[in-house]
């Protein structure tokens, strides 16, 4: 059974290139001083009492995942993994990912693959992932959302959308790409991720700019199906939030504290299967 007391950081980063070079050839590659270890991570979430986290696989690894299986193994039962794989990947390889915690595979089509979602292979794909009862989490231009949610939509597959589902906010709530969003919501087979509130929102603290679109996710989504998390290490911005700031406008969103209980342990809970 999920812990309703374990709050989990759904969005998270390991960057170890001393253990774990970068072997992409695609995607961002961090700087020497943008790194996260899983020792470095597991210091933050213990100074903010958050339990567990979903490690979402780095572009710039590629389809090498070694560094997010590495960290589930050595702290069993504190992790789950967001995935990238190579679309023609054996049974056998997905069946081993499962085993080891990972939940679903992510498609980035901003800085990775703009094409994964619209190539001919991509319908199997989603459907093998379905069969697997993992999430398809996608990162998307506003552009490319309606397209996109098409695709999943017509697959069946869970989705995970990525941070709050907009990449530029004077786009505004009315844009086509976020009504896909929306749309998706209300299907009732996907989540939205309140994540990297930093990068979306114009503003350094605070995020009240972020507040129209809270209010349609909650209303499309419903709070049973929002999650919420940090992007922890907080890379390739100008400047880098504090993480006990990331969580402060959750009390304006969700100001009963049994809501905010929802979106921080419960659903995660249930969503990813982490144990009490």
């Known amino acids: 059974m999920p812990n309703e007391d374990r709050v989990v950081d759904c969005h ?17 590659k961090p700087r020497p001083d943008e790194h996260g270890t899983r020792e470095e991570f597991c210091a933050v979430l213990d100074r903010h009492g958050v339990s567990n986290g979903v490690l979402v696989q780095l572009s710039g690894y590629g389809t090498d995942n ?17 995935a990238v794989i190579d ?10 990912l499962a085993a080891a915690g990972v939940v679903g595979v992510r498609f980035n089509l901003v800085s990775y693959d703009p094409d994964a ?15 697997l009862g993992w999430f398809a989490q996608i990162y998307a231009d506003d552009a490319q959302w309606p397209d996109a949610a098409a695709v999943l939509k017509a697959s069946g597959v869970r989705v995970l959308v ?4 907009v990449r530029d906010i004077a786009v505004g709530t009315r844009h086509a790409g976020f009504q896909a969003v929306l ?8 989540i939205a991720k309140l994540s990297s509130l930093f990068r979306v929102s114009r503003m350094l603290e605070g995020f009240d700019d972020l507040d129209p679109f809270v209010d349609e996710l909650l209303e499309a989504f419903g709070v049973d199906r929002c999650i919420w998390g940090s992007d922890w290490p907080f890379i390739n911005v100008p400047r880098r939030p504090s993480y006990a700031d990331l969580m402060t406008p959750l ?20 969503l990813f299967g982490f144990a009490a």
């Open 12 to 28: 998270a980063h390991i960057i170890d290139p001393v253990r774990f070079p970068f072997t992409g050839t695609k995607g961002y």
């Open 66 to 82: 070694a560094a997010n299986l590495d960290a589930m193994k050595t702290y069993p039962g504190r992790f789950k993994a967001i």
């Open 87 to 96: 679309p023609n990947a054996s049974d056998r390889a997905l069946d081993a």
């Open 117 to 131: 979602l619209s190539r001919p292979d991509a319908p199997r794909l989603l459907q093998r992932l379905k069969a």
């Open 162 to 165: 990525d941070h709050f589902g």
């Open 183 to 190: 749309a998706l919501g209300r299907e009732g087979n996907a």
């Open 251 to 270: 009390s304006r969103w969700f100001p009963d504290p049994r809501d905010r209980a929802r979106v921080l342990a419960r659903n995660p809970g249930r």
